[in-house]
């Protein structure tokens, strides 16, 4: 059970408070509520730019960086489709430092044109070596506007296009800031050995004047109901030819999630897995596989995807593949099975949950679900699964009309 504490200010800022006096270390978690799916197609990539310019210094603050690692600290940040979350790391009776810094540039960063055209150059830089320089780099931004005709998932969260972010004006950068970065569109976490008065005093001090901002509703276009399947190939410079598999699964907040997470650990997780033992141990055609679910707040993914070996054809693959997933259909799991996957899913969210930092961002994600208090019914909602349920939720979701896959042919 992971105890925690709820208060809000009076400017809409969510403040969780994980008490933890095992440890001389304190996290500060600010997880704002803005990620690649709340921009414009026109103009994506902002709100991983924004992970970025949020280092180049406040007003007060000419560089971050340094000021956190004077009081020992050390930070980071990662942006998705869904969420922009920042997190440092120091000694607890330093925490001061941290909630400073993380008010100043909520309440005045340092939009610049230094600061834009060094972060731009950045994030350019990023988008040719990760994406576009590397082999399977750029899956995703084929593999996304494929599965997505409509929603803003079709994009990843580097953007759409590099144009995107070496077209953006200053006055763009500050729009997107404005209707983001704000007391009422963000939740902090602290986590560490204090007490709720010291947190409430301190989390009001810094962060109690900051204008509360104004939370724009959020209203995308809903993907229509997948009812083809869809296929693309391209070719790349890469070691060997590769496979995408994307089945259209429900949001996180839907029920479903969890037997998502379950069929994926069952059909590809490890050397124990369906997939793994069929395609790869007995027949050889492949010399990696492996399933995962994106987890996303609105209609996300389930992946599978792999890697052919040296002389198999896709047709032979895929052949054997769908009779597979056919013959799991037939005849699900067994009980021990579905028991093995639960302890061993379980055993790693708790390992998991050993380290502070990844409290605080669980219970910042969680209450952005709705509840922090999630984070310990999870165990609960697996428990309930059965082997019915999983094989129910496969029939749905296991469909080739529910799919979009992506074949990387080697050149």
């Keep these: 059970m992971i105890k925690f504490e709820r208060f809000e200010l009076p ?11 095992t440890t001389p270390m304190a996290v500060v978690n600010v997880l704002y509520d803005v990620g690649a799916r709340d921009e414009e197609e026109t103009k994506t990539g902002f709100a991983h730019l924004f992970e970025h310019l949020m280092f180049g210094g406040s007003v007060n603050i000419p560089d971050f960086d340094t ?10 940040a990662f942006t998705s489709n869904d969420i922009t979350n920042y997190y440092d790391v120091l000694p607890a009776q330093n925490i001061d430092t941290a909630l400073w810094l993380e008010s100043d540039r909520m309440l005045s960063l340092a939009l610049t ?9 950045v994030v350019i830089e990023e988008f040719k070596q990760r994406y576009l320089n590397q ?3 750029d899956v995703w931004l084929e593999l996304r506007p494929l599965a997505y005709t409509i929603h803003p998932y079709k994009w990843a969260t580097i953007g759409k296009n590099i144009a995107h972010i070496e077209d953006a004006t200053m006055d763009d950068v500050k729009a997107f800031f404005k209707a ?4 009422s569109n963000a939740i902090l976490c602290i986590a560490g050995n204090f007490s709720l008065e010291e947190i409430k005093e301190k989390v009001t001090y810094w962060f109690g004047a900051i204008p509360s901002g104004k939370k724009i509703p959020r209203i995308l276009k809903s993907e229509p109901k997948q009812t083809v399947f869809r296929e693309k190939n391209i070719i790349r410079n890469v070691p060997a ?13 839907n029920p479903d999630y969890y037997l998502a997470d379950i069929l994926s650990d069952i059909l590809g997780r490890e050397k124990s897995s369906l997939l793994y033992i069929r395609l790869q141990q007995e027949l050889q055609l492949v010399n990696e596989i492996s399933c995962y679910i994106l987890g996303s707040m609105d209609a996300g993914l389930f992946v ?3 890697k052919l070996s040296d002389g198999t054809s896709f047709e032979k693959f895929e052949r ?3 009779s597979t997933v056919s013959e799991f259909l037939e005849i699900g799991i067994t009980q021990n099975e579905l028991k093995s996957v639960k302890n061993k899913l379980k055993t790693s969210k708790a390992f998991q949950e050993q380290g502070l930092l990844n409290r605080a961002m669980n219970l910042s994600y969680f209450e952005l679900l709705g509840d922090a208090n999630g984070i310990n019914e999870e165990f609960g909602i697996y428990d309930q699964i059965q082997t019915k349920h999983v094989l129910s939720f496969a029939k749905k979701c296991l469909k080739k009309t529910n799919c979009s896959m992506l074949r990387i042919n080697k050149s």
């Design 135 to 137: 082999p399977y780099g």
């Design 304 to 306: 599978i995807s792999g």
């Design 113 to 121: 044109s230094k600061s834009l055209e060094v972060q731009r150059s």
């Design 320 to 322: 054997n593949f769908w």
């Design 11 to 21: 400017n809409g800022l969510k403040v969780i408070f994980h008490p933890d006096s």
């Design 67 to 76: 000021e956190l690692q004077k009081a020992g600290g050390e930070n980071n």
């Design 180 to 183: 983001h970065y704000c007391p």
């Design 241 to 253: 030819n590769a496979f995408y598999f994307a089945f259209k699964m429900p949001e996180r907040k």
